[in-house]
């Protein structure tokens, strides 16, 4: 069965070959048994292995969350319409409510508590730029919720590659990937 996956695996034939695989930003857990053993292999193969971010890197998360952020001194409620931006406050009302229900027992179990959950995902919303915030909404299902904990795809395989002593880094800066998100005007968002 496994031989029957498209692997979407590019293979560079060179000494050594090199490889290029596209993940998606989801929790690894969801499509790890359908990875095809070929991509596994080719990663456990791999001296070095280049993400498209360094999730790992403390410097590369502090400017994603800066990059998100409005302009020093506007809010959320400056650039959205009066009635949109209600409407999002009382889903998110709607969310922080439901968030304990929605929380597996392996997550309590580990500590991990709704305030602090709720807060981590959309703390300081009212500063984020509109097409952040709408990223942000999109992950806040029960679905989501649930995998909360779990590293996506691009964490995983990363964190997986320091462990096994690989050598890692980025192919994109912060900038490259903010920019064009950031440069989006209100209609297209």
Partial sequence: QQGELNSFLWTIRRDPPAYLFGTIHVPYTRVWDFIP??????????SSVFFELDLTDPYTISGLASCQMLPHGENLQDVLPRELYRRLKRHLDYIKLMLPHWMTPDQRG???YADYLF?????????????WVMLMVNSLTETDIRSRGVPVLDLYLAQEAERMKKRTGAVE???????????LNFSQV
């Fill in 37 to 46: 053993d070929n991509s596994k292999a080719a990663f456990h193969a791999s």
């Fill in 110 to 112: 580990k500590g991990l």
């Fill in 119 to 131: 807060n981590a995902i959309a703390g300081n919303w009212e500063r984020k730029r509109p097409v």
């Fill in 173 to 183: 800066r912060v900038e490259e990937q903010c920019h064009p998100l950031n440069g």
